[in-house]
C-alpha cells in the first residue's frame, strides 16, 4: 500500500514524496483511515513502529480541510501532551516536515527552558501545540494558553506519563478541553491505570494495536555478555575497539550511571555524551545532535530521556546494565534494527542481574545467545562463594554495614543486594521546569515501559 491510497490530501503527498517516504507503516495504514473518518482511536504501539505519523498526518489534514472551510483565528485546534522534552521536540520536527506546505502554525512547549519565547509564539497563535504536561499546566495557570477551542487532544506514551507520575496534571489539563472534541490514545502498553484513563476520555474508540510489546524484530541480532559488575567498564571499552562499531546508543539504569560511563569512555579516547533528566535542555539536544551528524561516537542514555530518540542507520543498542523491567529491554533494543535494516544488541549481565535476564527470557520467549569469547567472562561461583566475596568486599570498605557478619543478620547477596534485587526500590526525582525526570535509583517491581524508509 502507498500513502496515495490513504486519501490524503496533495499538499501532505508532497511533504511525504520530499521526506523520501512511499509506504505507511501497519500502524499508520490502520490507524489514518480511521483518524480521518474522526473517530477516537486507542493505539498500542511502541516507539519504532511510526506511530508519530500516524497521527500527525491526518491531524494535519483534518485541520487543513477544516481551516479551507472556515476562516478562523489562530486558536489552538489541537494539543498533543507526551511526557520527555525529547519525544515533543521530535513530534513537533514531525508536523514541521508533514504540514511544510499547509500554512498550519505548530509550537512545541517544554520545561527547563525561559518561557518567554513560547509564550510569544502562542500570543501570536497557533493551529498545533505540543507540550509537556508541567510547563503546560503552569501557562494554563498563567492564563497564556486557553484550550477552549480545541478539536483534537492527542496523549502520546501515556504509559509513561503514568510512570513519571504526570498522569493528575494530565486530567487538570482535559477538565479545560471542550468534552466535544476528537481524543487519540496512544500507549506502548496497557497497564490497569492507563485503561482507565483511556475508558475515561475516549468516545467508542476504535483500537489498533502492533508489534506486541513482547516481540524484538528478527532484524536484530542479540548477544549477551556475563561479566562481573566491576568489569562492565574494561568490558565496554574492549567491544568499542572494534572501529566497525561506528555509533553506539548505551543505556545505564540511572543517571550517574550513565555520567560515569561517558567519564570513562572519554579517559580513553573515546567521545561519548550522556541524555538524562539532569541535562539542561541545550545540553540535551546538542548531545543529540552531535550523535545524530556522529561528531559523538557514543550516546548513553537513561530509559525516559531516550524515549523519542530516533536514529536513523543505529546499528549498536548496549545495555551496559539489564533493565529490571523486561518491557524495557524490548523498546531499547527496537532503537535498532528499524525500516528492515539489521542492527546489533549486545547485553552485559553481572550476577544480581540474572534474575531480570529471567524475566527478559519468559517475555520474549527465547533466550539470548550467549558470547563467551571476551577476555572478562562471569565467574561461576557457588552461592556460598558468592555470599563470602561479598562479605570480604564489605571488609575492604572499612567494616560491615548493618551488622552483616553478625548473628541473625543476613550478609548482602543473600537475597537482599544492595541494588540488583527487583525487590530494592528506588527514588524518583522531580526535573525542573515542571517536567519530572527518571529515578535515581531503580523503580523495583512496576511493570510500566519503560521495508523502505518509514516516517516517523
Do not use: W
Not at 13 to 42: F, M, N, R, S, V
Not at 149 to 175: C, P, S, W
Not at 209 to 217: D, G, L
Amino acid at each position: 500500500m502507498s500513502f496515495e491510497k490513504l486519501n490524503l490530501i496533495e499538499p501532505i503527498l508532497k511533504a511525504l514524496k520530499t521526506e523520501g517516504y512511499t509506504q505507511p507503516t501497519p500502524i499508520q495504514a490502520q490507524a489514518i483511515p480511521i483518524i480521518l473518518q474522526q473517530k477516537d482511536l486507542l493505539g498500542c504501539a511502541q516507539t519504532g513502529t511510526g506511530k508519530t505519523a500516524a497521527f500527525a498526518i491526518p491531524t494535519l489534514q483534518l485541520l487543513y480541510n477544516n481551516r479551507q472551510q472556515h476562516k478562523e483565528q489562530k486558536t489552538i485546534k489541537a494539543l498533543v501532551l507526551t511526557p520527555t522534552r525529547e519525544l515533543a521536540i521530535q513530534i513537533d520536527e514531525s508536523f514541521a516536515a508533514y504540514g511544510r506546505h499547509t500554512g498550519l502554525k505548530h509550537l512545541v512547549i517544554f520545561g527547563g527552558v525561559s518561557q518567554n519565547p513560547q509564550a510569544d509564539a502562542l500570543r501570536r497563535g497557533v493551529d498545533i501545540l505540543v507540550a509537556t504536561p508541567g510547563r503546560l499546566l503552569d501557562l494554563m495557570n498563567q492564563r497564556i494558553v486557553h484550550l477552549d477551542q480545541v478539536k483534537m487532544l492527542i496523549l502520546d506514551e501515556a504509559d509513561r506519563m503514568l510512570d513519571m507520575g504526570f498522569v493528575n496534571d494530565v486530567k487538570k489539563i482535559i477538565a479545560k478541553i471542550p468534552v466535544k472534541r476528537q481524543t487519540l490514545f496512544f500507549s506502548a502498553t496497557m497497564p490497569k491505570e492507563i485503561q482507565h484513563l483511556a475508558d475515561s476520555i475516549l468516545n467508542k474508540p476504535e483500537r489498533v494495536e502492533v508489534t506486541p510489546v513482547s516481540s524484538t524484530a528478527e532484524t536484530i541480532q542479540q548477544e549477551l555478555y556475563y561479566v562481573d559488575k566491576g568489569d562492565k567498564k574494561s568490558l565496554l571499552i574492549h567491544l568499542l575497539k572494534d572501529k566497525t562499531i561506528l555509533t553506539a546508543l548505551v543505556f545505564t539504569r540511572t543517571k550517574h550511571g550513565a555520567d560515569k560511563v561517558v567519564k570513562d569512555l572519554n579517559k580513553v579516547g573515546i567521545t561519548a555524551e550522556a541524555i538524562h533528566g539532569n541535562k539542561s535542555q541545550n545540553a540535551r539536544q546538542r548531545a543529540l545532535t552531535n550523535f545524530k551528524n556522529r561528531s559523538t561516537r557514543i550516546l548513553v542514555a537513561t530509559d525516559i530521556a531516550a524515549r523519542g530518540i530516533d536514529i536513523d542507520e543505529l546499528t549498536h543498542v548496549i545495555n551496559f546494565e539489564l533493565p529490571n523491567i523486561p518491557e524495557t529491554y524490548v523498546h531499547r533494543i527496537g532503537r535498532t534494527g528499524r525500516a528492515g535494516a539489521n542492527g546489533i544488541a549486545i547485553s552485559f549481565c553481572d550476577e544480581e542481574e540474572k534474575e531480570f535476564l529471567k524475566d527478559i527470557h519468559k517475555l520474549i520467549a527465547k533466550a539470548i545467545p550467549v558470547n563467551e569469547e571476551h577476555p572478562y567472562p562471569l565467574p561461576q561461583l557457588t552461592s556460598q562463594q558468592r555470599i563470602l566475596q561479598e562479605l570480604k568486599k564489605q571488609e575492604k570498605k572499612g567494616g560491615n554495614r548493618g551488622g552483616a557478619g553478625h548473628r541473625g543478620a543476613k550478609p548482602a547477596g543473600a537475597g537482599q543486594s544492595s541494588g540488583g534485587n527487583k525487590r530494592f526500590g528506588g527514588n524518583r526525582n522531580k526535573g525542573n521546569g515542571g517536567n519530572r525526570s527518571e529515578g535515581s535509583g531503580m523503580s523495583g517491581k512496576a511493570r510500566t515501559s519503560g521495508g523502505n524508509k518509514r516516517a516517523s
